[in-house]
């Protein structure tokens, strides 16, 4: 779960980039957050994961307070989210398997744990074929893939995919949306931030739209239509 309960963040160089925001995502929810450039959306992002703390109000992720959380709590709350990128972000001299498996590395799996879940989470992101080549030798969309089975591969609470599609044509964007809405339905919290409307108004999901700073809709309509 996130709680976000009136909080606000201001940087430094003094921009205000959070107003008041409150909402909370349950457990197994998809949702969509939107909202031009510089509406707050990367501040929300960052709160998520503990890059920055908030200047006023809580900040709640998966049974952590990151208002009070202890440095070395930390790890272990960013293990109960996987992220997803727009560039990706792969080890390019890795093949896929090894790209995956670093994850698990990371955070201290045996060689056992990897050789089970890895060819799981490739199989269930459409991968099972792709194991041994390199990023280089992917199309974008199956960049974008791995870079999902990574995410996956930890069985996080919740997956944040931060502007998944900005690199994808249209076919493909689609298909890493139903990749993800696939993911959700398998119990995985998606939270999805972008500014594509079209890709928004395809989907029947909640819909959290941010703007200077503070929430202006939250609900299942979704379709938001002011320029971005």
Do not use: C
Request: proline share 4%; no cysteine; aromatic share 8%.
């Amino acid at each position: 779960m996130v709680q976000f309960k009136d909080v606000f963040k201001t940087y430094e160089n003094g921009t205000k980039a959070l107003k008041g925001v409150s909402f909370q995502i349950d457990d197994g929810e998809f949702v969509f957050l939107v909202g031009p450039s510089g509406s707050g959306k990367t501040t929300i992002i960052k709160l998520i994961t503990g890059e920055i703390a908030p200047t006023d109000g809580s900040v709640n992720v998966n049974g952590y307070d990151l208002g009070s959380i202890k440095f070395s709590k930390m790890p272990y709350m960013r293990r109960t989210l996987g992220v997803v990128f727009q560039d990706f972000r792969l080890i390019e001299d890795r093949s896929v398997y090894e790209n995956v498996a670093f994850a698990m590395r990371v955070i201290g799996a045996s060689n056992k744990e990897i050789r089970r879940r890895v060819p799981y989470v490739l199989e269930l992101v459409g991968l099972d074929t792709r194991t041994k080549r390199k990023p280089q030798e992917l199309s974008g969309g199956e960049q974008q893939r791995v870079a999902i089975a990574r995410a996956l591969v930890n069985n996080p609470k919740l997956i944040i995919a931060d502007e998944p599609t900005g690199n994808l044509d249209p076919a493909r964007s689609l298909e890493i949306m139903m990749l993800l809405e696939k993911i959700n339905e398998l119990g995985t919290t998606v939270l999805v931030v972008t500014h594509e409307k079209e890709l928004v108004n395809s989907f029947s999901k909640r819909v959290i739209a941010i703007d200077g700073g503070r929430i202006i809709s939250d609900g299942m309509d979704g379709y938001y239509s002011y320029e971005t």
